[in-house]
C-alpha cells in the first residue's frame, strides 16, 4: 500500500465502528504491523514518517506514540464503518467489510459485543471481579474440590477478586478468590463475572449495579469462620442488651405509674364531696391510661403485674378511695346504681354478658372504654359497644 495513496484517502482511522448481521458490534484493533508500499510505522524510514502523516490528516497531541494512534474501535451500521478522530469527531465513511479492514490495516480485527466492552471497562476500573449469587451464602475452601476444609463464606453481594480458574475431576469449576481476608476457593455456579455480569447490572437491583460494581466503599466481602462467630456473638449480644433496655423500660414506665398511685387531689376530693365529681373522674381515667398496655393476668392482683377486667377496676376504684367487690357479676350487683349509656360519664363501670354479667370496663367518656381485655392484648381502649351491654354502674355519685 503506498504511502501516498493512504494519505490521498484518508485511512487513517483511530476509533470507528462496524455491526454486522443487524447487531451492534464493538471491535478494538492494534496495529502493529508496518504498511506495505514503502510507509513504515517509524518516523525514521522516508521522508515523511507513518507517525507525521497521522498528524498532518488529523490532529494528535505532540506526544501521541504511533501504537496508540493505530487504535482502532468500530462502531456503526451494518456493513459500513464511521471513522473518528481522536477527539470522537466524525471524519470520514466508507463501506467496509471485516476482512478488507483486517487486510487494509494490516491487523487483526478482534471482535467485541457491548457487554464484553462494558467488561473490559469494568476490569479496568476494579480488576478481575464477580458477585455472589446464592440465596444466602457461597461456602469458601481451602482447595477446590467439596470435601476440602472450610475457610470462610460470601454471602449475597459479596464481591471477589477471581484471581484464577479451576476445573476439578468432576468436571466442576472452581474460582480461586481473594475477598477481605479470605483467600481459597468456591464455585463458580454461585458467581456472576463477566458479560453475565455486566448483563444482569440493573440500577434498580442492590448489588448488581455499576454503581455498587465500581465503588470499591461499598462492597460487601467475604468473611473469615472466626469472623462470623465473632458478628454472631457481637448480634446477640446487641439483642440481649435491646431486651434488657425493654424491660428496665417496661419497670420504670409500671413504677411510674405506681407513684402516681395517690392521685385524686384534695380539691378533686372536695369537689366530689360537694356534688361535683367531674375533677375526680378525670383523674380516675388519666391514672387509668398509665397502664395501658400492661399484662392481663387471670386472677392477678396488681395493676403494675397484671391483672384482669374486674381487677382492673376494683384496683382503679380502690386507689381512689372507693371499694367495690372483685367479681364482675358482684360488681354489678352491688356497686353504685344503674344508669343508662347515655347518662354515663368518664369512670363508670360498663357491664358486659349475654345473661349475666361476665366482663367489665371503665368508661373513658366520647364513646370509649378501657379495659383489661384478655390474655392476647391486655389493657386495651375499645368502644363500648364492642360487645352485649348489660348495664352501668355509676359509683361515685
Given at each position: 500500500?503506498?504511502?501516498?495513496?493512504?494519505?490521498?484517502?484518508?485511512?487513517?482511522?483511530?476509533?470507528?465502528?462496524?455491526?454486522?448481521?443487524?447487531?451492534?458490534?464493538?471491535?478494538?484493533?492494534?496495529?502493529?504491523?508496518?504498511?506495505?508500499?514503502?510507509?513504515?510505522?517509524?518516523?525514521?524510514?522516508?521522508?515523511?514518517?507513518?507517525?507525521?502523516?497521522?498528524?498532518?490528516?488529523?490532529?494528535?497531541?505532540?506526544?501521541?506514540?504511533?501504537?496508540?494512534?493505530?487504535?482502532?474501535?468500530?462502531?456503526?451500521?451494518?456493513?459500513?464503518?464511521?471513522?473518528?478522530?481522536?477527539?470522537?469527531?466524525?471524519?470520514?465513511?466508507?463501506?467496509?467489510?471485516?476482512?478488507?479492514?483486517?487486510?487494509?490495516?494490516?491487523?487483526?480485527?478482534?471482535?467485541?459485543?457491548?457487554?464484553?466492552?462494558?467488561?473490559?471497562?469494568?476490569?479496568?476500573?476494579?480488576?478481575?471481579?464477580?458477585?455472589?449469587?446464592?440465596?444466602?451464602?457461597?461456602?469458601?475452601?481451602?482447595?477446590?474440590?467439596?470435601?476440602?476444609?472450610?475457610?470462610?463464606?460470601?454471602?449475597?453481594?459479596?464481591?471477589?477478586?477471581?484471581?484464577?480458574?479451576?476445573?476439578?475431576?468432576?468436571?466442576?469449576?472452581?474460582?480461586?478468590?481473594?475477598?477481605?481476608?479470605?483467600?481459597?476457593?468456591?464455585?463458580?455456579?454461585?458467581?456472576?463475572?463477566?458479560?453475565?455480569?455486566?448483563?444482569?447490572?440493573?440500577?434498580?437491583?442492590?448489588?448488581?449495579?455499576?454503581?455498587?460494581?465500581?465503588?470499591?466503599?461499598?462492597?460487601?466481602?467475604?468473611?473469615?469462620?472466626?469472623?462470623?462467630?465473632?458478628?454472631?456473638?457481637?448480634?446477640?449480644?446487641?439483642?440481649?442488651?435491646?431486651?434488657?433496655?425493654?424491660?428496665?423500660?417496661?419497670?420504670?414506665?409500671?413504677?411510674?405509674?405506681?407513684?402516681?398511685?395517690?392521685?385524686?387531689?384534695?380539691?378533686?376530693?372536695?369537689?366530689?364531696?360537694?356534688?361535683?365529681?367531674?375533677?375526680?373522674?378525670?383523674?380516675?381515667?388519666?391514672?387509668?391510661?398509665?397502664?395501658?398496655?400492661?399484662?392481663?393476668?387471670?386472677?392477678?392482683?396488681?395493676?403494675?403485674?397484671?391483672?384482669?377486667?374486674?381487677?382492673?377496676?376494683?384496683f382503679i376504684y380502690r386507689d381512689f378511695g372507693y371499694?367495690?367487690?372483685?367479681?364482675?357479676?358482684?360488681?354489678?350487683?352491688?356497686?353504685?346504681?344503674?344508669?343508662?349509656?347515655?347518662?354515663?360519664?368518664?369512670?363508670?363501670?360498663?357491664?358486659?354478658?349475654?345473661?349475666?354479667?361476665?366482663?367489665?370496663?371503665?368508661?373513658?367518656?366520647?364513646?370509649?372504654?378501657?379495659?383489661?381485655?384478655?390474655?392476647?392484648?391486655?389493657?386495651?381502649?375499645?368502644?363500648?359497644?364492642?360487645?352485649?351491654?348489660?348495664?352501668?354502674?355509676?359509683?361515685?355519685?
Amino acid at each position: 500500500m503506498k504511502f501516498d495513496w493512504m494519505k490521498r484517502n484518508k485511512a487513517i482511522v483511530l476509533k470507528a465502528g462496524l455491526v454486522m448481521g443487524g447487531f451492534a458490534l464493538f471491535f478494538g484493533v492494534v496495529i502493529s504491523t508496518a504498511l506495505k508500499g514503502g510507509a513504515v510505522v517509524n518516523n525514521e524510514t522516508n521522508s515523511e514518517s507513518y507517525s507525521d502523516a497521522l498528524k498532518s490528516e488529523i490532529p494528535l497531541a505532540e506526544e501521541t506514540t504511533v501504537e496508540e494512534a493505530t487504535e482502532v474501535a468500530f462502531e456503526t451500521q451494518v456493513g459500513a464503518a464511521t471513522y473518528f478522530d481522536g477527539e470522537g469527531v466524525l471524519y470520514r465513511q466508507r463501506k467496509v467489510e471485516v476482512t478488507e479492514a483486517e487486510k487494509l490495516y494490516g491487523a487483526n480485527i478482534e471482535v467485541l459485543s457491548a457487554n464484553q466492552r462494558k467488561w473490559r471497562e469494568v476490569k479496568d476500573e476494579v480488576g478481575n471481579v464477580a458477585v455472589t449469587t446464592a440465596g444466602n451464602y457461597v461456602n469458601i475452601r481451602e482447595d477446590a474440590e467439596a470435601g476440602a476444609e472450610l475457610i470462610g463464606k460470601a454471602y449475597t453481594g459479596a464481591v471477589v477478586s477471581v484471581v484464577g480458574e479451576v476445573t476439578d475431576d468432576e468436571g466442576a469449576v472452581w474460582y480461586q478468590i481473594s475477598s477481605g481476608d479470605v483467600e481459597g476457593y468456591a464455585s463458580a455456579a454461585y458467581f456472576l463475572t463477566g458479560e453475565s455480569l455486566v448483563e444482569e447490572l440493573s440500577d434498580e437491583e442492590e448489588y448488581f449495579n455499576e454503581e455498587y460494581l465500581t465503588n470499591k466503599e461499598d462492597w460487601k466481602l467475604a468473611i473469615t469462620l472466626e469472623e462470623e462467630e465473632r458478628l454472631r456473638k457481637e448480634e446477640l449480644e446487641k439483642l440481649r442488651k435491646q431486651q434488657q433496655q425493654d424491660r428496665e423500660t417496661i419497670e420504670k414506665n409500671r413504677k411510674k405509674a405506681v407513684d402516681k398511685s395517690n392521685v385524686a387531689t384534695e380539691e378533686a376530693k372536695e369537689a366530689a364531696r360537694n356534688g361535683d365529681t367531674s375533677l375526680l373522674r378525670s383523674q380516675m381515667i388519666d391514672y387509668a391510661m398509665q397502664f395501658l398496655g400492661n399484662r392481663y393476668i387471670n386472677g392477678g392482683q396488681s395493676l403494675v403485674d397484671g391483672t384482669d377486667c374486674s381487677g382492673f377496676t376494683c384496683f382503679i376504684y380502690r386507689d381512689f378511695g372507693y371499694s367495690i367487690d372483685r367479681t364482675p357479676a358482684a360488681q354489678y350487683q352491688n356497686a353504685g346504681r344503674s344508669i343508662s349509656l347515655e347518662e354515663a360519664r368518664p369512670g363508670d363501670i360498663v357491664c358486659y354478658g349475654k345473661s349475666s354479667v361476665t366482663h367489665v370496663a371503665l368508661y373513658m367518656g366520647n364513646g370509649k372504654i378501657i379495659h383489661s381485655a384478655n390474655s392476647r392484648k391486655g389493657v386495651v381502649i375499645y368502644d363500648v359497644g364492642y360487645d352485649n351491654i348489660i348495664g352501668i354502674k355509676s359509683v361515685m355519685d
